[in-house]
């Protein structure tokens, strides 16, 4: 199926003629998607955000190096040539 189909008019001009069949059916689609994207509110758990940034500080810009872990992952898993 084409999306836009142009045919000639009277004269020099041409007219687009639109698929609507598959444009509906696209829409449906997209609509029946729409359908399961639901928001969720979710509470911030308390000691939750304290926990991941203490687990996270070895990781952080002030303690490494900013090339630091590229380099220990060579260390580990070399280059292939």
Known sequence: MEDMRSIPDEGDETVLIINF??????????????RFQVL???ALA???????????????????????????SLELEPEKE
Do not use: C, N, T
């Open 21 to 34: 069949e598959k444009y509906h059916k696209m829409a449906k689609v997209v609509l029946e998607v729409q």
């Open 46 to 72: 308390p000691g939750l955000r304290g926990w991941f940034e203490k687990e996270m500080e070895p990781f952080s810009d002030e303690r490494i190096e900013h090339l630091a872990g590229y380099r220990r």
């Open 40 to 42: 969720y509110k979710m």
